[in-house]
């Protein structure tokens, strides 16, 4: 190996540093928060001068309530929990009605009947910690059922642990023909910590689908045990396939860092296609981007199209439809403008309305049928609102997935929700973002020298924008995502589902 691609290679490995697990599959979320416990205040002593009568017989304690009552509360619980519906999610999570003890009984049959219903108990028993839900959890895990309802069971078993959880989610990575499920399983086990847990992520490395392989890396990555440095070495060296390579030197890195990176170079060096794809990660990341010579129209309308992969997942986007707009109005307004335009086969679009249905729409708006759910159902979820139902001076908003919109703001918040954007309007969003710097020389000044944007703008007396044309504005005539937006965009779709990028 020659000394200038081992040192280039090695600058790969350092700027991954920065990076590491950034894109791997999510770890489960935390516990959803308990309700406020209820005090009862001790009753005064009663005054020793008092006498005390005999006590009269007590009435028989009233029946409890049947436990049908909940059966919407739960219907609801489980659609929102489903369609993750955050929104409503968080509203139902806050108000649970008043459950007895007698109820969970024929709560925990539930789990093996209607979806709604079953995937409402799951999430019910995660929020309240009930340990006594974990075997029919398990139950419903091991027996063949909607993939939907399975990733609920996963992360409330995940959440509940205990020795039955760890054992059903060994099971299901083990047994379950789902590959989905299997990457959900190994996703979830790294808080559990044991040695069959880490045995059976190691076991994982070899599993016959490269998304598990590179999750089960991740995961290992993740509980960091003695060990797991070469054991993922290992598992490099045996991996053929590129992606998995490169997800393994990059779980690898996060373990063992500095110490790790002699021996992840010699193995880089022997599969030039991985390290390739370190490479694009990087630059993705880093300001080369900027730097590169575009031409005036490659940030147009209208740009050569980015033909779908179908060996990559698509994303979805999900659509409440509220003021009455239909799939394909919502596919003329986002795929309409530069750069969407050229991947509208990388998206589909589903109506909320109509889950669990896997009836979907092309970029185009027109139907789908049977578009299997997938790793990225949801990513943006547009709620379509009246303009007269927000506040006055506001023209929608983005709570972290969720963007709640009307037709002049939804490419903005579709710039916040899926590519996390920041506001480019004064006093706009505080929070650090690809079109937000601070100081004047901005890393997007080659876009400046090529006369593709102008000198950035001072926003406020915080951040500097590139543009002050540009759909992060959110004035209603601007018709653009600036060069710096549409950039981000290019990555966020390349780090997501492996699109190509057009440069």
């Keep these: 190996m020659t000394k200038p691609r081992a040192i280039a290679l090695g600058a790969v490995l350092l700027l991954i540093g920065i990076l590491v697990l950034r894109f791997a599959l999510p770890s489960p979320p935390p516990p959803a ?15 020793p001068s008092v006498p005390v009568a005999a006590p009269s017989p007590s009435p028989a304690p009233p029946e409890p309530p049947p436990a049908d009552r909940l059966r919407p509360y739960i219907e609801k619980l489980g659609r929102a929990r489903l369609l993750r519906d955050r929104r409503t ?17 024929p709560l925990r049959a539930w789990v093996g009947g209607d979806l709604f219903l079953a995937a409402g108990v799951a999430e019910l028993a995660r929020l309240f910690g009930w340990q006594d839900a974990v ?3 398990a139950a419903a895990l091991g027996r063949p059922g909607h993939e939907l309802l399975k990733d609920v069971v996963i992360e409330s ?33 790294p808080g559990f910590h044991g040695a069959e847990v880490y045995r059976c992520l190691i076991d994982a490395l070899r599993d016959p689908i490269p998304r598990v392989r590179s999750a089960a890396a991740a995961a290992l990555a993740r509980m960091n ?15 053929r396939d590129p992606s998995v390579q490169a997800d393994l030197a990059v779980s690898t890195y996060a373990v063992g860092g500095e110490a790790s990176r002699e021996p992840l170079v010699r193995l880089l060096e022997l599969r030039p296609e991985s390290a390739e794809l370190l490479r694009l990660r990087v630059r993705l990341r880093d300001d080369s981007r900027y730097r590169r010579p575009y031409e005036r129209g490659f940030f147009e309308p209208g740009g050569p199209s ?12 999900t659509i409440e439809e509220g003021a009455g707009v239909t799939p394909g109005e919502i596919a003329i307004l986002l795929f309409g403008v530069a750069p969407l335009d050229r991947y509208r086969g990388w998206f589909y679009l589903r109506k909320a309305d109509e889950f669990p249905s896997m009836k979907a729409y092309d970029g185009y708006g027109n139907p789908l049928d049977s578009v299997p ?13 009246d303009p007269a139902s927000f506040a006055k001076g506001i023209l929608g908003y983005t709570k972290g997935c969720h963007a709640y919109v009307q037709g002049t703001s939804l490419l903005h918040e579709f710039g916040h929700a899926f590519a996390k954007l920041g506001d480019e309007y004064a006093d706009g969003s505080r929070d650090a973002a690809a079109n937000l710097f601070q100081q004047p020389a901005a890393p997007w000044m080659p876009l400046v020298t090529a006369q593709l944007l102008p000198v950035p703008q001072r926003r406020d007396a915080d951040f500097y924008v590139p543009s002050e044309n540009c759909f992060l504005s959110n004035k209603p005539e601007h018709s653009r995502y600036c060069p710096v937006c549409q950039l981000e965009i290019h990555a966020r779709m390349a780090e997501m589902c492996g699109a190509p990028l057009p440069w």
Excluded at 33 to 44: D, E, G, K, N, Q
Excluded at 158 to 170: I, V
Excluded at 306 to 317: A, E
């Design 306 to 317: 980015i033909p779908y992969d179908g060996t990559k997942p698509r994303i979805g986007i």
């Design 33 to 47: 928060p308990r309700p406020p416990a209820i005090v009862i205040p001790p009753l005064p002593d009663r005054p």
């Design 135 to 137: 075997p029919a959890l």
């Design 89 to 105: 999610l968080d509203e139902l999570r806050r108000k649970p009605p008043p459950i007895f003890d007698t109820d969970r009984e």
């Design 157 to 189: 078993l995940a959440s509940l642990g205990g020795d039955a959880a760890e054992t059903a989610l060994l099971s299901a990575l083990r047994n379950d023909a789902d590959d989905g499920i299997r990457l959900r399983c190994v996703a979830a086990l």
């Design 225 to 239: 045990a003695a060990g797991t440095v070469d054991a993922l070495l290992r598992a490099l060296g045996e991996e």
């Design 373 to 385: 759910y997938g790793d990225f159902e949801g990513t943006v979820f547009l709620h379509f609102r």
